[in-house]
């Protein structure tokens, strides 16, 4: 059985965002995407463009003073633009630790990510880890 395609861009996505490589990650989504993240802390909104996406995704690696990372599980495409991804974050903020399961649900159109929409397994726990702004 062959890999969907969809499958090896969120792999790709997956290992620029774990390197910090944020060239590679802007090569694999449009120029208008948005990332859609969960609950209320000073992480959480909605960021649309990709020099906002990008901001959100260096803010959250200073947050954690580079601690993060996030080890994909799987990724279920559906064939028709939309796929899944399962993983586990674990991060180091003052002295707290979370490890915490999640999955993000992307929109892709033309081999390109135009949509991410994040979920996690206890958003009152992400809260409380990212803390709000301030």
Known sequence: MSKHPDIALIRQGYTAFNSG???ALASLMTT??????PGSSQVSGHFKGLDNVLAHYRSLSELTGGSLRVELEDVFPDGRGHAISVHKIYAERGDRGIEMRGGLFFTLIGEKITDIDECVADIDEADAFWGTAG
């Open 21 to 23: 490589d944020m060239d």
């Open 32 to 37: 208008d995407c948005a990332h859609h993240a």
